[in-house]
């Protein structure tokens, strides 16, 4: 049985909770220690949580991991988005959705 705030939005700001924070940081600390990443950051806006990796500090995020509460009964709330606006995976369970970070090794063309 769903209620009505099901198909309602969020309101305020879209953050991550202590949980699934701590499955993200697990990912970025292993990709730190392999030299890939070296720089991240957190923003909730009204609609999508973004966890931003950077490879150098002023550049464009190499990877934008998202939470969208609205998508979350159609194509799933997380999606793995990657330069150039890709979606690499989507899906409902956040633990699925990083499992794209351990399928291949990640390099940057310079």
Known sequence: MSDASDAQPQAGPVFFD?????QILRVYGRMVAAGEWRDYAIVGHKDVAEFAVFRRSGDAPLYRIEKRPALRLRQGEW???????????????????????????FTVIE
């Open 18 to 22: 202590r949980r699934e924070l701590d």
């Open 79 to 105: 999606a793995v988005v990657g330069e150039g606006g890709i979606v690499l995976r989507r899906g409902r369970e956040l633990p699925q959705v990083l499992r794209v970070f351990d399928s291949r090794r």
